[in-house]
């Protein structure tokens, strides 16, 4: 759905090139994560991909088409959730959408269904000035959907949420997967990443430093260690030992059969973690 080749971007006007050379591919119903600290160029690419930054370098084809040369057409088949959400703040949210609705000439979705899907059913006809930062997020999240398109572009979709309605977005996002969406999904949020994600890119100054699939990243280079914690004399002491070869370590079943152990746990690295050993820098 996505072939991105040797892209390279600078703003005009700037000295320095935002994006440096990005390679990737991203699959029919796939969820693809861009993930990286603010500044890395997620938003960038996005822009570059929904056709909106059109003077880079290199090749951008989406659904097999030079993203340079599409013209309106193009967004009759893309839905865009922009960072900043963008609305007339005067007009309810119904009205916003079906503004917006208005614009494409191809099958929609009725703006009803989305507010009920975001948990917004209430909140219709209620001027946007009067919504708060996440109901904002959410209801610019439902503008992606209005034109039921194929592919996605969400950036930041769960920035400034709770967390039962982060959880909310998620789950609509796996779900428009089942139904064979493709995803572009950009995020400083680790846990976006490892939950949705089939695979991340890690974004660090215009440059990709590593995809792969966060499960596969955090079982091949996620150090698992066990913790136990046991009580000693009245105090509280904790002792580590690799999960790999447990029941062969000696130190780890005389600590069990001796000491009054309280809690055992294991570690797993996060996806953070993996990311500052690669990358060097740390998702904030
Ligand atoms: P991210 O979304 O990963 O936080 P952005 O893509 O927004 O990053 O920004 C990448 C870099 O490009 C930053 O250094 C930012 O300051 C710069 N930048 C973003 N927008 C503009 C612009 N309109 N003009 C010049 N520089 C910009
Ligand atoms: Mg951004």
Redesign the pocket.
Known sequence: MIEVNSLQFT?P??RET?IKGLHFEVGKGEIFGFL??????????QNILIGLLKNYSGRVRVMGAEIKETGGAYYENIGVAF?VPNFYTKFTALENLNLFRDLYAGDTEAPGALLEMVGLEKEGNTRVSSFSKGMKMRLNFCRAFLNKPDILFL?EPTAGLDPVNARKIKDIIRRERAEGKTVFL?T?NMNVAEEICDRVAF?VE?RIALIDSPRELMVRRGQKIVQVEYREEGIVKEAEFPLKGIGDNRIFSRLLKEKNVERIHTQEATLESIFIEVTGRSLI
């Open positions: 703003y006007g700037s935002t990286g600290p603010s500044g890395a160029g997620k938003s960038t690419t960072e950036d950009t400083h974004i215009g």
